[in-house]
């Protein structure tokens, strides 16, 4: 998301409708040159400004701490016994170094002021027992994504801008050692036999590592954190990711079990959306998540997460989505969450909505929503389930309510762009109707995209649900 913003005032849970305009931004927005010479400048800038990032090294202040560290840290290893350092706490063993670091800068003859001496003993510590030059970016609250390309190149994402990260590691060995430290602590690999890795750090951050032959230049891992307070409907309409009456659709939609999936491309928020749409549901409904890697975060109290399990050394005891989709259904759950629908699994979750598990939700890789049903049709289809593909869109039709599509802007920005009903079947066709929809009026010099949510004023579909919960009088006001 955008930033930090204020929660609106008023605590109840629907909000008058009319107390927000529709428009995203009133920003007075200098003309761009949209000729075809003033477009065919700015390539020709972007072209001439192309960098060899390879090339960077770090500088300053930081840069001669980590070389001091790179002569430190064999002497102090000498000195200390690693399994006994490895059952101290950070503070503890920062410590326990402070003599003995002063013991070696003395025979290294190195003098340091104190505010370097606090910042050595920081990257020793990071080193020994964190994540080494990771520790910094994870602890930066702006980050939001860390991808490591190679010991030599970090970039990292804040409000949605990519930027060149200032760490390095000493070379590659360090940098698979970190990841091995990553993946282990969840029970995970790493090596030449299984060179991919999906993995999970303390505070939720989901993690990708792939390593080398697969990686070209060298170990790489994509670390996707998580804001450590969690994200709600109300915020995003405040930080702009959605207007008042869409918000208001979608906690109504929450909490009157409709069939949700969220769709969009990588970063665009999907899981962040999940999040916020699973703070509406009832705290007396079971409630049970199945992901690949456990990121999603609810807030109930009757909540279990499940995961699933790669195969072993012999390829042997993996077990997918679908076996825990199959299994869950066992469990007697209330709603079942798939934090990503990627094969076979789709039937499966869309067999447990039509079988009276109402208000369960799932994210899916697409550009629209027409492109999502198109996508679930050929997961099916594309798994060993002998059904015929008109079976299988009314199957969708059934039991999917509600597509909400969200979008990472080339601003940076994340917004909800869609919220379409699926309505049912007309001959061999799913037929949707959108209840409003994000469109792109310009933008400001600085390349920040002003817009607006519009509203397409049809009667919602799905009103007979949120009747039996007591929402259909602010759910009709909303979409009109």
Same mark, same amino acid.
């Given at each position: ?18 107390? *927000? ?37 770090? $500088? ?11 002569? /430190? ?18 503070? !503890? ?9 002063? &013991?070696?800068?003395? $025979? ?12 050595? $003993? ?17 602890? +930066?609250?702006?980050?939001? +994504? ?49 060179? *991919? ?6 505070? =939720?951050?989901? /993690? ?19 804001? !450590?307070?969690?994200?709600?409907? +109300? ?31 990588? =970063?665009? =928020?999907?899981?962040?959306? *999940? ?58 759950? +209330? ?35 027409? &492109? ?54 007309? =001959? ?5 109707? $959108? ?46």
């Amino acid at each position: 998301m955008k930033g930090p913003a204020p929660r609106p005032a008023g605590g109840s849970q629907f909000p008058p409708v009319e107390s *927000l305009p529709e428009a995203v931004e009133e920003v007075e927005a200098t003309p761009i040159d949209r000729s075809a010479s003033g477009a065919m400048a700015r390539l020709d800038d972007r072209q001439a400004q192309v960098v060899d990032h390879n090339t960077q090294r770090n $500088e300053g202040f930081e840069a001669s701490i980590h070389r001091i560290k790179e002569q /430190v840290l064999p002497r102090l290893l000498e000195r200390v016994d690693p399994e006994a350092a490895a059952t101290l706490s950070k503070d !503890e063993l920062a410590e326990e170094f402070r003599p003995i670091i002063g &013991e070696v800068l003395a $025979e290294l003859k190195i003098n340091l002021n104190r505010r370097e001496q606090f910042a050595l $003993e920081k990257v020793l510590v990071d080193e020994l027992l964190g994540l080494g030059p990771l520790e910094e970016l994870l602890n +930066d609250p702006e980050v939001s +994504d860390i991808m490591v390309n190679g010991p030599l190149q970090t970039f990292i994402e804040k409000k949605g801008k990519l930027a060149l990260a200032t760490i390095q590691f000493r070379d590659e060995e360090h940098l698979l050692q970190i990841a091995q430290r990553i993946v282990n602590k969840v029970g995970r690999r790493v090596d030449q036999t299984t060179p *991919l890795a999906d993995a999970r750090l303390q505070d =939720g951050s989901r /993690v990708n590592v792939i390593i080398p032959p697969l990686s070209l230049r060298g170990t790489a891992i994509s670390i996707r954190k998580f804001s !450590e307070k969690p994200i709600t409907v +109300d915020m995003m309409r405040g930080f702009g990711s959605m207007s008042e009456k869409m918000a208001t659709v979608l906690k109504i939609a929450g909490a009157s079990r409709m069939n949700v999936i969220i769709s969009g491309g990588t =970063g665009s =928020g999907k899981t962040t959306m *999940l999040n916020a749409l699973s703070k509406l549901i009832d705290p007396g409904e079971r409630v049970i998540t199945i992901e690949d890697a456990a990121e999603l975060r609810l807030q109930q109290p009757h909540w279990l997460p499940l995961e699933t399990r790669p195969p072993n050394l012999e390829g042997q005891g993996a077990i997918t989505i679908r076996d825990l989709v199959i299994n869950a259904l066992r469990m007697r759950p +209330d709603r079942i969450i798939l934090g990503e629908i990627r094969g076979s699994e789709c039937f499966d979750l869309l067999a447990a909505m039509n079988t009276g598990h109402d208000g369960s939700m799932a994210t899916l890789h697409s550009n629209s929503p027409r &492109e999502c049903l198109a996508r679930m049709e050929n997961m099916v289809m594309m798994s060993d389930i002998k059904v015929p593909k008109e079976a299988i869109s009314r199957q969708i039709a059934d039991s999917v309510d509600l597509i909400v599509q969200v979008k990472r802007l080339r601003d940076g920005s994340r917004r909800t762009t869609n919220i379409t009903e699926v309505i049912g079947m007309e =001959g061999d066709v799913i037929v949707t109707q $959108e209840l409003f929809k994000f469109e792109y009026l310009d933008e400001t010099p600085d390349g920040k995209i002003i817009g607006e949510y519009r509203c397409m004023g049809l009667r919602p579909y799905t009103l007979e649900k949120a009747k039996m919960f007591g929402f259909d009088q602010p759910y009709l006001e909303a979409c009109l």
